[in-house]
Nanobody, 131 residues
Framework: QVQLVESGGGLVQAGGSMRLSCAAS????????MGWFRQAPGKEREFVAA????????YYADSVKGRFTISRDKAKNTVDLQMNSLKPEDTAVYYC????????????????????????WGQGTQVTVSS
């Protein structure tokens, strides 16, 4: 069984930075891609960023492109999200997720943006950006 545990959330002022980390554990952990999603109150869960585990290709939502950076450490089974120039609209619960090792064609074509393509999810960490 794969477990994902996020850390690093909290309160930050607009314009500030924050780094989220997600640690994956499990005897047979393997994935094609890992992603970060977020969900604000009253809104649907939305894609933030994804990274292919093997090659390291990255994908970003337009709303965070140029401000957020996703990275992974294969040796430690961790994926991080560096968030800079934070805005109040970035306030949400942030979740990391892992795709299965053999993804669907749709997941690959769409840049791993659909939460339905992910098998495992963390419990989420709150990020609050004050104005």
């Amino acid at each position: 069984q794969v477990q994902l545990v996020e850390s690093g959330g909290g309160l930050v002022q607009a314009g500030g930075s924050m780094r989220l980390s997600c640690a994956a554990s499990g005897r047979t952990f393997d994935t094609y891609a890992m992603g970060w999603f977020r969900q604000a109150p009253g809104k649907e869960r939305e894609f933030v960023a994804a990274i292919r585990w093997s090659g390291g290709s990255t994908y970003y939502a337009d709303s965070v492109k140029g401000r957020f950076t996703i990275s992974r450490d294969k040796a430690k089974n961790t994926v991080d999200l560096q968030m800079n120039s934070l805005k109040p609209e970035d306030t949400a619960v942030y979740y990391c997720a892992a795709e299965p090792p053999l993804p669907s064609t749709r997941a690959v074509i769409t840049g791993h943006r659909d939460p339905k393509e992910y098998d495992y999810w963390g419990q989420g960490t709150q990020v609050t950006v004050s104005s």
